[in-house]
T-cell receptor, first 110, second 117 residues
Framework: AQRVTQPEKLLSVFKGAPVELKCNYS??????LFWYVQYSRQRLQLLLR??SRESIKGFTADLNKGETSFHLKKPFAQEEDSAMYYC????????????FGTGTKLQVIP | NAGVTQTPKFRILKIGQSMTLQCTQD?????MYWYRQDPGMGLKLIYY???????DKGEVPNGYNVSRSTTEDFPLRLELAAPSQTSVYFC????????????????FGPGTRLTVL
C-alpha cells in the first residue's frame, strides 16, 4: 500500500533560516510526488511536483528514490512562507489514487 | 474565472438528516474530485469523476453518493448523516489529456465545514 509520512506536525524557524519539510513515502514502482500548500484563509494549491524539477517561491524538492524521500527545502525562510504544507504521492498520470500526508505547519518567526 | 466554488461554507446537521454539498467549476475541466479532511489528517478521496456521466469510488465512499450530469457540477450527497461524517470537504478539478503520462494540476475549492450532531 502506498503511504506518505510527514513526521513533523509543526516546524518553527526564524526568518532567514533554512527550511526543510520532511516527506517520506512508501510505494511500489515510480510514483509522482507533489507538495501542496495552504496559506491562512486560502484554498489548497499545488506548490510543486517532482517531474517539473522547478523552483516555486524559492522552494525546491528532490526525489530521492534510495531514501524514498521528497523533502521540501528553502534556503532562507520568509514570513509569508508560514502555512500548512502537504506532501502527496500517486501513480503517474492520475489523481484518482493520490495519497496525502497529514501535513506540517510551518511557522516562520520574525 | 471563479475556479472551483463550493456551497455552503458551513453546515450543522442532525444525525439522520441528508444534504447535498455543491461544487461547480468554470474551467471546463474533465476530472472532478471530492475529498474529506478530518482533524490532523490528510485528505482522503471520497469519489471522483472523469467526465459527465462517469463517476467512481475513491478511498472512503461509504455514506456518500455523487452524480455528474454536467461538466461543471459535481454534487456530493449525504443521505443519512452520521457523526463520523463530521469533517471538512474539499472539491477539486483538473484537466487531463487522454493518455497523458504525468498528472495535471489540481485546483481546489475553499471547502465546506460540516458538523453532524
Amino acid at each position: 500500500a502506498q503511504r506518505v509520512t510527514q513526521p513533523e506536525k509543526l516546524l518553527s524557524v526564524f526568518k532567514g533560516a533554512p527550511v526543510e519539510l520532511k516527506c517520506n513515502y512508501s510505494y511500489s514502482g515510480s510514483p509522482e510526488l507533489f507538495w501542496y500548500v495552504q496559506y491562512s484563509r486560502q484554498r489548497l494549491q499545488l506548490l510543486l511536483r517532482h517531474i517539473s524539477r522547478e523552483s516555486i517561491k524559492g522552494f525546491t524538492a528532490d526525489l530521492n528514490k534510495g531514501e524514498t524521500s521528497f523533502h521540501l527545502k528553502k534556503p532562507f525562510a520568509q514570513e509569508e512562507d508560514s502555512a500548512m504544507y502537504y506532501c502527496a504521492l500517486g501513480p503517474p498520470g492520475g489523481y484518482q489514487k493520490v495519497t496525502f500526508g497529514t501535513g506540517t505547519k510551518l511557522q516562520v518567526i520574525p | 474565472n471563479a475556479g472551483v466554488t463550493q456551497t455552503p461554507k458551513f453546515r450543522i446537521l442532525k444525525i439522520g438528516q441528508s444534504m447535498t454539498l455543491q461544487c461547480t467549476q468554470d474551467m471546463n475541466h474533465n476530472y472532478m474530485y471530492w475529498y474529506r479532511q478530518d482533524p490532523g489528517m490528510g485528505l482522503k478521496l471520497i469519489y471522483y469523476s472523469v467526465g459527465a456521466g462517469i463517476t467512481d469510488k475513491g478511498e472512503v465512499p461509504n455514506g456518500y453518493n455523487v452524480s455528474r450530469s454536467t461538466t461543471e457540477d459535481f454534487p456530493l450527497r449525504l443521505e443519512l448523516a452520521a457523526p463520523s461524517q463530521t469533517s471538512v470537504y474539499f472539491c477539486a478539478s483538473s484537466y487531463r489529456v487522454a493518455g497523458a503520462s504525468s498528472s495535471d494540476t489540481q485546483y481546489f475549492g475553499p471547502g465546506t465545514r460540516l458538523t453532524v450532531l
